[in-house]
């Protein structure tokens, strides 16, 4: 246990812990970490808070949509990753033993791992950890909610059709809280450490031109979601990710090439924190992102735990 250890890790339970496991968990991490009975003082500091947080359901919540730390690397953790350069994107580089590299449709490899011997309290129980979809779209606010769950909801369906069948360690995480401001991430899949946060809009069929900036139609301007601050949070919030974003602009027929969408070129050397593509553009945008990233195959449990706590 060190400083930067979640609560959960703390108090040795999963994120989905009930309150009577909470209750169980501190008492027994309290005396063994109690100065009275030969405990160190800054532990048992670190377990009263922990319970202090997690105890109480709007502490906890709060907590939850914090994204608090999670796991440390372990030294001897597999496979190991290399530290990104200061201000760069992450994108790190996989030692591999036997210098095989795992492709996307291998069966997901869970780091750390599951099973027999592992004495750690998992962060995320294997049941919960081996579904490909958390959570659904809910209502949110009162105006729009009915078109924006439908909306949500044929982003979700084109997702688990086309993308998670061929990424059996991809993770849809649907509902997330940003961490940047008030509003929602509708969805997030992660896969190995590559992190794509999606987003939706409903479009009537046409041309459309986009420039990084702005979408336009007919020299009438369309205000996109705002992604890309969201976006640069997340990266910053998990600089062992590469974090990106795509902006799916749904057709009202269904037809997934509908509408067609231009990009324009940006200046050379411009990062693009946000894609915005039909959903055929979004499907095979998505699946070539997360397959081409280190080890597509390994579901990083810490991380998944993380973003399951940022739900609302």
Not at 56 to 66: G, H, T, V
Not at 217 to 238: E, K, N, T, Y
């Given at each position: ?69 999670g796991t440390a690397n372990k030294a001897d953790a597999e496979p190991h990753f290399d530290a990104p350069a ?190 915005i593509v039909n959903a055929a553009g979004m499907v ?29």
């Amino acid at each position: 246990m060190t400083e930067s250890s979640s609560h959960y890790q703390v108090l040795r339970v999963a994120v989905t812990a009930t309150e009577k496991e909470i209750k169980v968990a501190y008492r027994r991490a309290a005396r063994k970490a109690h100065p009275d009975h030969g405990g160190d003082p800054a532990a048992f500091r670190r377990v009263t808070s922990a319970y202090e947080t997690l105890i109480d359901p709007q502490r906890r919540k709060a907590y939850d949509r914090s994204y608090a730390a999670g796991t440390a690397n372990k030294a001897d953790a597999e496979p190991h990753f290399d530290a990104p350069a200061a201000g760069s994107r992450a994108s790190a580089t996989v030692h591999q033993a036997g210098g095989a590299r795992n492709t996307a449709g291998d069966p997901p490899v869970y780091v750390p791992p599951y099973g027999p011997g592992v004495e750690d309290v998992p962060l995320v129980p294997l049941a919960q950890a081996s579904q490909q979809v958390h959570g659904m779209p809910r209502k949110r606010g009162i105006f729009g909610a009915e078109a924006r769950i439908q909306r949500e909801m044929r982003t979700v369906q084109l997702l688990t059709r086309q993308v998670l069948p061929a990424i059996p360690a991809a993770r849809l995480i649907n509902g997330l809280q940003s961490p940047a401001d008030n509003s929602h991430i509708d969805h997030a899949v992660l896969s190995g450490y590559r992190l794509a946060l999606i987003g939706s809009m409903l479009l009537p069929k046409g041309a459309y031109a986009w420039d990084g900036r702005t979408l336009n139609h007919g020299g009438r301007s369309i205000a996109p979601p705002q992604l890309a601050h969201v976006v640069r949070a997340m990266q910053d919030i998990f600089p062992e990710l590469n974090v990106t974003g795509w902006t799916v602009v749904l057709s009202p027929g269904g037809n997934l090439h509908e509408p067609v969408i231009d990009n324009h070129r940006r200046s050379p050397g411009e990062l693009e924190p946000v894609r915005i593509v039909n959903a055929a553009g979004m499907v095979r945008g998505v699946k070539e992102f997360l397959a081409a990233g280190p080890a597509p195959n390994t579901v990083n449990v810490p991380i998944l735990a993380r973003l399951l706590r940022g739900m609302h």
